[in-house]
């Protein structure tokens, strides 16, 4: 994972490691998530904090730990498209569940910029970072103007109008953000907001685009409401955060213009239950209506061919219970295929996150991030639920249950 991000730390100057211990896993069932197959009885061989061989014929180099895994099954390592993790702690939680990538949705005083800079020089222990430092919406945070005293003027008031939005949009590119977060429509996990409510105009999703664009990345648009939703697919983002209301209309224009959908159901799940990362009455009420809601409109957008990607929307905080198998568990249910489902943790968010040359499959030359599991996820998509095994970056950090078969072989 580290070497994904060689291109930041050349630029910011980090210092970028050759992490990742020698290792071959033997006995080893191999998914392939681009159709489905399975190499079985295969040996994988890991060097360098890369993927050097998947092979049948159990040639391996002498003198490397050997990891027998008896049956078990390999598949790439999850990628979570929208999390709220702003401390090393939970960046680890996110870690042990099978995340070895995660797009940070915002953090106030760029906490994400820095622990994406601490985990690429190989100091930090934790997934792969990609960071939106603030979001770009009408009430920005107070924060974001202790960083930005430049942006005075705009303070004490709403962040409206085309040029103030250019302006809190540049401000946030400069600092090095992979991509730009944007608040197309209110929240809906608040008690006092409207979820259904446009925020910006087209023509000020398209400023945010604009600059974004000038710095070389995307937009990711969060909007539940329809109308917001529209106006950001026609402004130009890359994604739309949750969609809960999205017309078909809406949907058939994403799939025109090629729009990822990051729904977050499981989320939406956790607001109707007490505990969890929600626990309000009037958030309850809001998530039963909700639930069918997003459910429907994810249930369309798979049937019209619009590209799905998985994302708890969570802080991986200590009392969270939503990880991302349980988003594959609604993807199934809403009738994905459970290779569909791992495809949107995987290949189809490298394709999201730019990275599909670099991860999101299993292939000599890639990054070696994958996790092992006990069965088969293309039969029991729930199985991700229990990753016994979590390799990042070639180094195995995640280890649960007996490994007899491990040993070294000279």
């Known amino acids: 994972m580290r070497r994904l991000l060689t291109l930041t730390g050349l630029v910011l100057g980090?210092?970028?490691?050759?992490?990742?211990q020698d290792l071959v896993l033997t006995n080893a069932n191999v998914i392939?998530?681009?159709?489905?197959?399975?190499?079985?009885?295969?040996?994988?061989?890991?060097?360098?904090?890369?993927?050097?061989?998947?092979?049948?014929?159990?040639?391996?180099?002498?003198?490397?730990?050997?990891?027998?895994?008896m049956g078990r099954f390999v598949a790439p390592g999850l990628m979570d498209a929208h999390v709220h993790v702003g401390d090393a702690a939970a960046a680890r939680r996110a870690l042990e569940t099978g995340v070895t990538t995660m797009r940070s949705m915002g953090t106030s005083h760029y906490v994400d910029v820095g622990l994406r800079d601490l985990q690429a020089g190989g100091h930090l222990t934790a997934p792969q970072y990609l960071a939106a430092g603030y979001h770009v919406r009408p009430p920005a945070a107070e924060a974001f103007f202790q960083d930005h005293p430049e942006l005075g003027h705009l303070?004490?008031?709403?962040?409206?109008?085309?040029?103030?939005?250019?302006?809190?949009?540049?401000a946030i590119v400069g600092r090095g953000v992979d991509f730009v977060k944007t608040n197309a429509t209110e929240r809906a996990g608040l008690p006092d907001t409207d979820p259904r409510k446009a925020f910006y105009s087209e023509d000020e999703l398209r400023a945010v685009v604009e600059e974004a664009a000038a710095g070389g990345i995307g937009v990711a648009a969060h909007a539940h409401g329809d109308v917001g939703a529209r106006s950001a697919v026609l402004a130009g983002v890359r994604s739309i955060e949750h969609g809960t209301y999205m017309s078909p209309e809406t949907l058939g224009l994403m799939v025109e213009r090629g729009t990822f959908l990051v729904p977050t159901i499981a989320i939406v799940r956790d607001l109707t239950i007490p505990g969890g990362s929600y626990d309000n009455p009037v958030l309850i009420v809001r998530g039963r209506h909700m639930l069918p809601r997003v459910q429907e409109m994810a249930r369309r957008a798979h049937e019209l061919g619009v590209r799905i990607v998985a994302a708890t929307d969570t802080g991986y905080g200590s009392e969270n219970v939503t990880t991302l198998a349980h988003e594959l568990l609604e993807f199934v249910e809403i009738g994905m295929t459970p290779l569909e489902a791992l495809q949107?943790?995987?290949?189809?968010?490298?394709?999201?996150?730019?990275?599909?040359?670099?991860?999101?499959?299993?292939?000599?030359?890639?990054?070696?991030?994958?996790?092992v599991l006990e069965r088969n996820p293309l039969e029991d998509i729930g199985v991700l639920?229990?990753?016994?095994?979590?390799?990042?970056?070639?180094?195995?950090?995640?280890?649960?249950?007996?490994?007899?078969?491990?040993?070294?072989?000279?």
């Open 14 to 20: 980090l210092p970028v490691s050759a992490a990742g």
């Open 32 to 69: 392939d998530v681009s159709d489905g197959s399975i190499t079985e009885n295969a040996t994988v061989v890991l060097a360098d904090g890369r993927i050097r061989s998947i092979s049948t014929d159990g040639e391996a180099p002498a003198g490397v730990e050997r990891i027998d895994l």
């Open 155 to 170: 303070y004490g008031q709403e962040v409206r109008g085309v040029e103030a939005v250019r302006e809190m949009t540049r």
């Open 344 to 371: 949107s943790a995987t290949i189809t968010a490298a394709e999201l996150f730019g990275l599909g040359e670099r991860t999101g499959r299993l292939e000599a030359g890639l990054e070696a991030d994958l996790i």
């Open 385 to 410: 639920q229990d990753v016994l095994m979590v390799i990042s970056d070639g180094e195995v950090i995640v280890e649960r249950g007996d490994w007899p078969g491990r040993r070294t072989v000279s």
